[in-house]
């Protein structure tokens, strides 16, 4: 379901963040097969995803530019429709601010609401990035954000950065074998 951004107008204030109307509509959507505590839960991890990697995120994409709140609306509902890769955004996002009123690193958000689909849907992520640095910076994210929303059933591997690709998640289902046979989770 899309969310016009004229839905809810202004920013919400939760956990030392503010977040655009629309985009805490998404987000409470998304979660909403669940208690309003996994909203809550969402939020506060991001809180702590955001003091803990936006310094490091801001000085690794320092020339990159600022998104919009309704930019980044969109790309978030379009994750949700795509059914193997998930663009990781760069740069700072304008629908989600700091305690300081700073557009946070939009990658956070991203990886944070990736970690959460992927959770859903039995996903193993598969992460690449053109950029040595970032790809390390990626992968300790993840595993922050899973610990944080006690996802330990997603797995995430990181590749070998890639020339010309921007930060992707991969998805694909996670398998077993039984008796012999491999079997698919959807």
């Given at each position: ?28 959507q998304?979660?909403?097969s ?10 506060e ?9 936006g ?5 690794l994409?320092q ?34 601010l700091?305690?300081?009123?700073c ?11 990736t ?10 992520l ?5 950029k040595?640095?970032?790809a ?25 950065p ?7 998640a991969?998805?694909r ?5 039984s ?8």
């Amino acid at each position: 379901m899309n969310i016009s951004p004229q839905s809810t107008q202004g920013y919400q204030h939760r956990d030392e963040l503010f977040i655009d109307g629309s985009l805490l509509v998404f987000v409470e959507q998304q979660l909403s097969s669940h208690e309003g505590e996994a909203v809550d839960d969402f939020l506060e991890a991001l809180a702590i995803l955001v003091d803990e990697f936006g310094p490091r995120y801001r000085r690794l994409n320092q020339n990159s530019q600022e998104m919009s709140c309704d930019e980044h609306l969109s790309r978030c509902q379009q994750s949700l429709t795509m059914s193997t890769a998930i663009n990781i955004s760069r740069g700072s996002s304008k629908a989600v601010l700091d305690q300081h009123s700073c557009a946070i690193p939009s990658c956070i958000f991203d990886a944070l609401l990736t970690a959460m689909i992927a959770h859903q849907r039995g996903w193993v992520l598969s992460l690449s990035t053109s950029k040595p640095l970032e790809a390390v910076l990626m992968e300790a994210l993840f595993k922050r954000a899973q610990q944080l929303m006690n996802l330990s059933d997603v797995q995430v591997e990181v590749l070998p950065p890639l020339d010309n690709v921007a930060c992707i998640a991969q998805a694909r289902q996670q398998a077993t074998f039984s008796e012999g046979s491999l079997v698919s989770h959807a």
